[in-house]
């Protein structure tokens, strides 16, 4: 089973702290993907990588920035937190095989983050 | 720009009614790729089912069904005779062919599906 773990269920910071989470896979996947959940807008993808060191924006990605140094694992940063970044944080991974179309991507549990 | 509607916040059903989850999408991309997911009070989404765009037939896994109309650019989702633990947020998605990995998704808001005993 493909596996997908993040560090926190619940983390809690304050204005202005710089946060980390911790996204990691454990099927050799080498797409990466950090969404957030928010209620009534859904999931909206912060970021993605396709590959060690690779990254490309998703449709949100201000204020946010990420990390890939390795392929099983995926950091997203919160320079400095700010309270409209209070949300659920989701990863997920998936295959690349361009050839069959997009992969079906695996969810981890989720971080609930709230900043104060 | 792609877009997912799922005009359906909340859904409230006694156990063992069927219940019907709306999915309507818009692209400019002649191929691609519609996704179901399901958030249970856990927070976990779990995959259930990818479809294409060139294959139209609707399909049926257990209770649960899916009918695919290209014409109305729509994917619903129905639940048949539903039981409690199909209590859940149910998410729509679409994905985009154009980006270099070609795998990001557009997720629609969620029906959140709540089954009654």
């Known amino acids: 089973d493909v596996k997908v773990t993040q560090s926190s269920r619940y983390l809690v910071k304050r204005t202005g702290e710089k946060v980390f989470l911790e996204c990691v896979q454990d099927?050799?996947?080498?797409?990466m993907f950090w969404y957030r959940q928010d209620p009534g807008l859904g999931l909206r993808l912060i970021y993605f990588?396709?590959?060690?060191?690779?990254?490309e924006k998703g449709d949100i990605p201000e204020g946010y920035s990420v990390s890939r140094e390795k392929k099983e694992r995926f950091s997203l940063i919160l320079e400095s937190a700010s309270t409209n970044q209070t949300s659920m944080y989701l990863c997920?991974?998936?295959?690349?095989?361009?050839?069959?179309?997009?992969?079906?991507?695996?969810f981890g549990p989720g971080t609930r983050l709230t900043v104060l | 720009a792609q877009k997912v509607t799922q005009a359906q916040t909340e859904i409230s059903v006694v156990e063992k009614e069927d219940v019907t989850l709306d999915c309507v999408y818009e692209?400019?991309?002649?191929?691609?790729?519609l996704f179901w997911y399901k958030q249970p009070p856990s927070g976990e989404l779990v995959f259930l089912i990818r479809?294409?765009?060139?294959?139209?037939q609707n399909e049926i896994s257990g209770r649960y069904s899916w009918n695919f109309q290209k014409s109305t650019s729509s994917f619903n989702f129905t639940i048949t005779a539903s039981q409690v633990v199909d209590s859940a947020v149910y998410f729509c998605?679409?994905?985009?062919?154009?980006?270099?990995?070609?795998?990001?998704?557009?997720f629609g808001g969620g029906t959140r599906v709540l089954v009654k005993p």
């Open positions: 479809r294409n765009s060139f294959d139209e």
């Open positions: 099927m050799d996947h080498e797409n």
């Open positions: 990588s396709y590959d060690v060191k690779m990254k």
């Open positions: 998605a679409l994905s985009d062919l154009r980006q270099a990995a070609g795998n990001k998704l557009t």
């Open positions: 997920a991974s998936s295959p690349s095989n361009r050839d069959r179309g997009p992969e079906t991507q695996y």
């Open positions: 692209t400019r991309d002649t191929t691609y790729y």
